[in-house]
């Protein structure tokens, strides 16, 4: 038997209960700080590109998107700690921030060699996957997708 006092037990949970929300707190704040700092970097770069040339040359194209994906990318990285935060189902969230990561990766896919067919091919793969689990996951109503208009 454990001689535990149950008022110390409960202000030791009570603590942890605070430590968590505290690094909850602090992962949003991180996320909300990179994605400034990504829309900031991307504003600067469209300003660039805008007063320089109206043509962008591929690389400048790719990597235009690639920013643009990335502010995305962090955005759906926040809503899934709010979500995590309220208590909410973060799956569909989570394959979302997934489907834009992967389209992401493959829209700014430079591959070399002999490893670019099998190296696209496993991104479409992934691509794939990940998008037959969302579909799979709205059709069973596992849980809500959230469709905001």
């Not at 109206?54 to 400048?60: D, P, R, S």
């Not at 799956?91 to 490893?115: H, M, N, W, Y």
């Amino acid at each position: 038997m454990s001689n535990h006092n149950p008022k110390t037990m409960d202000r030791f949970v009570d603590v942890l209960h605070w430590a968590v929300l505290a690094i909850e707190v602090l992962v949003a704040l991180a996320l909300t700080a990179l994605a400034a700092g990504a829309l900031i970097s991307l504003t600067i770069e469209m300003w660039s590109v805008a007063t320089s040339r109206i043509v962008l040359t591929h690389a400048e194209f790719t990597n235009v998107m690639g920013s643009v994906l990335q502010v995305f990318i962090l955005v759906e990285l926040f809503r899934i700690a709010i979500a995590y935060m309220k208590h909410e189902n973060v799956i569909p969230t989570v394959l979302e921030a997934t489907l834009v990561a992967v389209a992401r990766k493959l829209i700014v896919f430079e591959g070399v060699g002999s490893s670019y067919l099998p190296s696209a091919l496993g991104l479409a793969a992934l691509l794939l996957a990940v998008a037959v689990s969302w579909w799979l996951l709205a059709r069973s109503n596992a849980c809500e997708i959230a469709v905001e208009n």
